[in-house]
């Protein structure tokens, strides 16, 4: 089996694992590499296994399919990703038109065949026309020597640019991710805050604004003014205030 494909079944559900081995058996160009119950463990077990193909399920507790494939294209070679789903029509007609690779359940051995047969990585147009299916992302995937991180959003104080790269801080620890600030804002507005051109500061872990003096301004002169800073839960840091984002402040 040297040349078999490998392969990583999805499911939260004993049975549709089951079933999926079930039909697999048949095929002796596939070889079932790992099987994991929710997202966390499909990005764990792709890391260890470097599966060619996920047959991945949409709904699976805590970081759902569509979620999993995001994180799962932050891989060196990302596999192909042939969704599970017992979706209704209208969402099956976002599949078709974006031409990805799913199956209905139950599903049908001659399917199978025809979707492993074309099974190919996603590309990032595909899976943004699929986001309207899923909840906002819980965690933010982090590749680190060679592996995938998932750090969850809740846990995370700040995201700051800093040349081509976001610092994700967080209480224990700071992490590099390969992202736009832009973005991240669009996606996580609702969360985060700006507090600055470069700095998107979690509202959960503001303690309160108070001015104090910094040795430098916002263009990195020397000042002796005070300005606006965020307090911060969990942490000594303070993030500054910018003048432009100061109508944010609200004191008593």
């Not at 999805?10 to 697999?24: I, Q, S, V």
């Not at 998932?150 to 040349?163: F, H, K, N, S, T």
């Not at 992490?175 to 700095?199: A, D, K, P, T, W």
């Not at 916002?218 to 300005?227: A, D, L």
Request: aromatic share 8%; proline share 4%; glycine share 2%.
């Amino acid at each position: 089996m040297t040349n078999a494909l490998k392969l990583l079944i999805a499911d939260d559900e004993a049975p549709a694992r089951n079933r999926l081995r079930e039909l697999l058996s048949e095929m002796s160009h596939i070889n079932i590499v790992a099987e994991a119950k929710n997202g966390q463990e499909v990005l764990n077990l792709a890391s260890n296994y470097q599966p060619d193909i996920v047959l991945l399920d949409i709904r699976m507790p805590g970081i759902d399919g569509i979620e999993a494939a995001q994180h799962l294209q932050k891989m060196a070679k990302p596999p192909a990703v042939i969704f599970t789903t017992a979706y209704d029509s209208y969402a099956m007609q976002a599949f078709d038109m974006n031409a990805v690779d799913y199956l209905l359940k139950p599903i049908r051995i001659e399917r199978l065949q025809t979707a492993l047969h074309k099974a190919r990585a996603l590309l990032p147009k595909q899976l943004e026309a699929l986001l309207t299916f899923s909840p906002q992302k819980t965690h933010f995937s982090i590749t680190e020597r060679g592996r995938i991180l998932l750090i969850p959003v809740a846990d995370v104080i700040y995201l700051r640019a800093e040349l081509k790269y976001i610092t994700v801080r967080t209480a224990e620890k700071e992490y590099i991710l390969e992202e736009s600030l832009n973005n991240l804002e669009q996606e996580f507005g609702n969360i985060f805050i700006r507090l600055h051109r470069n700095c998107l500061v979690a509202k959960a872990y503001i303690l309160g604004y108070e001015k104090r003096y910094q040795e430098f301004n916002e263009e990195g002169n020397k000042s002796t003014e005070k300005h606006w800073v965020a307090l911060l839960k969990n942490t000594s840091e303070t993030i500054a205030v910018s003048r432009r984002q100061q109508h944010l402040i609200r004191t008593t």
